[in-house]
């Protein structure tokens, strides 16, 4: 059983407390709120803070949107302390891979913003899969294009928002939490 994170909703925010856990590889304790995902093409949008001490030594602290087959299945778009950075990485893993490949690949999309950072999630499904198109913002208007995955989440794809990644107890903020088709 998974611990569920610090959470709690003021003033229409939801707030997590990040958790020394991890969705990555053979790491599987990361706690993750689920929900459905449309049938379809759909859009998936959040505005995302993640308050971790400038500096270093707080890497993998991450905060986001993950689109989640299972613990081996997930494309993930993510705020992320990395040394004394922070990026935003477009991540997928997957679980059946031939002998020798990566199971885990990441890509870094546009600079996060000072306090919010938007992350949205385009998902176009076809007969090879779903394609999904990463896209982040500073102030929710200009948007950077990040990298197109392909994966094969099918039907049972979920929505989901995690927190996770390194020292646990720094706060992450979730806010315009928006599922839609796209043009609308």
Do not use: N
């Amino acid at each position: 059983m998974r611990e569920a994170p610090e959470a709690g909703v003021s003033e229409g925010v939801l707030r997590l407390g990040t958790t020394d856990t991890d969705l990555y590889e053979d790491s599987h304790d990361a706690p993750v709120l689920l929900e459905g995902a449309p049938e379809g093409d759909f859009v998936v949008e959040a505005k995302v803070a993640l308050d971790v001490p400038e500096g270093c030594c707080f890497d993998y602290v991450q905060a986001g949107v993950v689109l989640y087959g299972d613990d081996d299945d997930y494309l993930k778009l993510v705020v992320l302390s990395a040394g004394a950075t922070r990026q935003t990485e477009f991540g997928r893993e997957m679980g059946a891979v031939p002998e020798g490949w990566p199971r885990y690949g990441s890509s870094v999309v546009g600079p996060p913003g000072e306090e919010w950072t938007w992350l949205r999630l385009e998902v176009r499904r076809g007969e090879d899969g779903e394609k999904v198109t990463a896209l982040t913002s500073r102030d929710g208007v200009d948007w950077a294009r990040g990298a197109t995955w392909t994966h094969r989440l099918g039907g049972g794809m979920r929505i989901g928002l995690v927190a996770m990644g390194g020292p646990g107890g720094f706060p992450a903020q979730f806010d315009h939490l928006r599922v839609h088709r796209p043009g609308a």
